[in-house]
């Protein structure tokens, strides 16, 4: 775990209560795809646990949601204000399982925020790569450009016969209306990748493939004091913020 300042340099609004930020800093050791920062926040005992989405020089990128009184706070400062973070936390995504391996991205939500910073180190190594987007509303969709970009870098023929982006809706107003399990299970893989609301990755892992996924928990601490975010596996109880956040599928017991 370290701790630094880092001052805001962009803070916007990018679909329905979503934002994205860039902190600039001082980072002192390499950040992995799946860690998340801790946020201290003025007027909030607590901390705000955020996926980091992408890592440029030493600037932290990370996309937020709206959900309660801190992060509106949060929303709502302004370029150039000073925030205090813990970073190089959590348990990130294991990289070498993607090697040379059909992989698909899924994500709900604003879980797909740490996908994209997955997605720019494995997309040279994995044999292809396909990406799910998973929203309620076209209202809360982003980042479907970014992640097209990075895909057509990764097929050099145009071709998006092995490597595309599917966004589903569950109301149908953008995309395919569904769900992301409506798209994965119908696709040939050899591994996934998965962030976003308990329901949805209930429902990934109930399809009984190979994959590990990223909970999305309350955080006291968000270095593993605490207790507050266990949560149950096939090997007992495990912290969320140290043992995870990104565990193997098949070990999570939901309940």
């Known amino acids: 775990m370290k701790q630094n300042f880092f001052h805001i340099a962009l803070n916007k609004k990018i679909a329905k209560n979503t934002f994205f930020m860039i902190l600039e800093g001082r980072l ?23 996926s980091i989405c992408d890592i440029y020089r030493d600037s932290i990128i990370i996309i937020y949601k709206i959900f309660g009184q801190g992060t509106q706070k949060l ?10 973070i813990l970073y190089d936390l959590g348990n990130g995504f294991n990289l070498e399982n993607a090697y040379n391996k059909n992989v698909v991205l ?9 996908l994209y910073f997955l997605a720019k180190n494995i997309e040279k190594n994995c044999k292809s790569l396909k990406v799910i987007l998973g929203f309620k509303t076209k209202s809360e969709v982003f980042f ?34 569904g769900l992301t399990t409506d798209v994965l299970k119908n696709l040939k893989h050899d591994y996934y990748f998965s962030c976003g609301p308990k329901t949805m990755l209930r429902a990934i892992s109930n ?12 955080m006291a601490c968000g270095f593993g004091v605490c207790m507050g975010c266990s949560c149950k596996t096939l090997y007992g109880n495990k912290r969320v913020c140290t043992e995870g956040p990104v565990f193997k599928s098949s070990e999570v017991i939901f309940e």
């Open 28 to 50: 002192e050791c390499v950040l992995k795809p799946g860690q998340f920062i801790n946020i201290k926040i003025d007027g909030f005992f607590l901390r705000r646990p955020i």
């Open 75 to 84: 929303s709502e400062f302004s370029k150039g204000k000073v925030l205090d």
């Open 106 to 114: 899924v994500g709900g939500g604003v879980g797909v925020s740490p």
């Open 144 to 177: 479907e450009k970014e992640f097209k970009k990075i895909l057509s870098i990764h097929n050099k023929d145009d071709s998006f016969e092995l490597n595309y982006v599917t966004v589903v809706t569950e109301d149908g107003s953008f995309g395919s209306k």
């Open 207 to 218: 399809l009984g493939k190979d994959g590990e996924i990223s909970l999305e928990e309350r």
